[in-house]
T-cell receptor, first 114, second 110 residues
Framework: DAGITQSPRHKVTETGTPVTLRCHQT?????MYWYRQDPGHGLRLIHY???????DKGEVSDGYSVSRSKTEDFLLTLESATSSQTSVYFC?????????????FGEGSRLTVL | KNEVEQSPQNLTAQEGEFITINCSYS?????LHWLQQHPGGGIVSLFM???GKKKHGRLIATINIQEKHSSLHITASHPRDSAVYIC????????????FGKGTKLTVNP
């Protein structure tokens, strides 16, 4: 399972509060991703990282920021949560290379913004 | 129009039946992924393909690059195969973005 853990797994918060989700990996993979999954939309990329302090935006990055100060941790922050950010958030890693590139996902973090 | 289209959206089968789930895409790709998600559960990678065919147990994935089409087959289906199956493609050109289909919900009845 590539040793990926997400925390918290469940969170309920109020509109306007900051929220940080953590993704931790134990296998030193370079590429890490944050996705959100919503009914009718499938998985959508929020941000990704290709190394320590190297991050880039995905297709739904507005309202989110990320940080990667260590290889093993990729943090997703909602500076001021809104109800539209109620979703299930998945972290993923990718084994890069010619014959690999397989994806491994965390178990998901369910966020409810009231 | 979504760049990745899956069919069918929902599929109900009887245990033992042969299952086919289809994925069509509109862009040039460097890789295609098949993922499985059980109800309330996490997402598991089944296959990553760039050409040809791969087999793992009762699961077979094929891809036709020229036709921009991939299929996931399940032989001798079982109720534990009930899940949502998701196709995702990685476009050519070095982008890290994956484009996901909306998934096919499979229910296998005993």
């Amino acid at each position: 399972d590539a040793g990926i853990t997400q925390s918290p797994r469940h969170k309920v918060t109020e509109t306007g509060t900051p929220v940080t989700l953590r993704c931790h990996q134990t296998e030193n993979h370079r590429y890490m991703y944050w996705y959100r999954q919503d009914p009718g939309h499938g998985l959508r990329l929020i941000h990704y990282s290709y190394g320590v302090k190297d991050t880039d935006k995905g297709e739904v990055s507005d309202g989110y920021s990320v940080s990667r100060s260590k290889t093993e941790d990729f943090l997703l922050t909602l500076e001021s949560a809104t109800s539209s950010q109620t979703s299930v958030y998945f972290c993923a890693i990718r084994r890069a290379g010619t014959n690999t590139g397989e994806l491994f996902f965390g178990e998901g973090s369910r966020l409810t913004v009231l | 129009k979504n760049e990745v289209e899956q069919s069918p959206q929902n599929l109900t089968a009887q245990e033992g039946e042969f299952i086919t789930i289809n994925c069509s895409y509109s862009v040039g790709i460097s890789a295609l992924h098949w993922l499985q998600q059980h109800p309330g559960g996490g997402i598991v990678s089944l296959f990553m393909l760039s050409s040809g065919k791969k087999k793992h147990g009762r699961l077979i994935a094929t891809i036709n690059i020229q036709e921009k089409h991939s299929s996931l087959h399940i032989t001798a289906s079982h109720p534990r195969d009930s899940a949502v199956y998701i196709c995702a493609v990685k476009a050519q050109g070095g982008s890290e973005k994956l484009v996901f289909g909306k998934g096919t919900k499979l229910t296998v009845n005993p």
